[in-house]
Every structure is written in C-alpha cells, then in structure tokens.
C-alpha cells in the first residue's frame, strides 16, 4: 500500500488549496477513504471521509460548507478541495485507508497565515 500527498503549502487566511493523494498497491476503489489532519502539539484528527463509490461523505463539523472531499476511481486518487481557509487548518494533512490495519501517507504541510 502507498499513498502520496500533494498540493499543500502556505495560503493566507480566506484562501484555498486542493490536496491529492495518490494510492497504489491495493484495489483503490474497494475501500473508502480518509483525510486527517495533524496540528501543532496536537492529536490527528479525521477531517473527511468518502466511501468507496464516492456517494457518502463524513465531515468534521468545523470544515463543513468549506471543505469538500472527492475521488476518481479511475486515477486511484482521492482530493480535498480546502476553502475559506483560517489559522486553525494549519497542520500536516494525511491521507489514510484501513486496511487491516491503518495506512499512512507521509503527509502534506498545510500553512495558513497573514
């Protein structure tokens, strides 16, 4: 199992960025996938949650109507389209399928400040 963050970086406030994740080495289209995020000092968070058909999705009360979570099972990649962005997104953001067992991505640092 591999996944790759991508798009992540330093936006001011109000901003918006698009997070990819790029997954192989398992049938990506099976398993429902997950978007948490980590900040400063603090324990990792689930932000977002698609199912594996991309019918149903789960948000974190404080990103809902800002944050929207897609995939395209045809590309094996799943995204988070991130807008209005405050201060408190800041973190690293991690892609994540449970597979037995939790996986990982190394994460995408997410900046948000003036």
């Known amino acids: 199992v591999q996944l790759v963050e991508s798009g992540g970086g330093l936006v001011q406030p109000g901003g918006s960025l698009r997070l990819s994740c790029a997954a192989s080495?398992?049938?990506?289209?099976?398993?429902?996938m997950n978007w948490y995020r980590q900040a400063p000092g603090k324990e990792r968070e689930l932000v977002a949650t698609i199912n594996s058909a991309g019918g149903s999705r789960y948000y974190k009360d404080s990103v809902k109507g800002r944050f929207t979570i897609s995939r395209d099972n045809a590309k094996n990649t799943v995204y988070l389209q991130m807008n209005s962005l405050r201060p408190d997104d800041t973190g690293v953001y991690y892609c994540?399928?449970?597979?037995?067992?939790?996986?990982w991505g190394q994460g995408t640092q997410v900046t948000v400040s003036s």
């Open positions: 080495g398992f049938t990506f289209r099976g398993f429902d």
């Open positions: 994540n399928v449970r597979i037995l067992l939790n996986r």
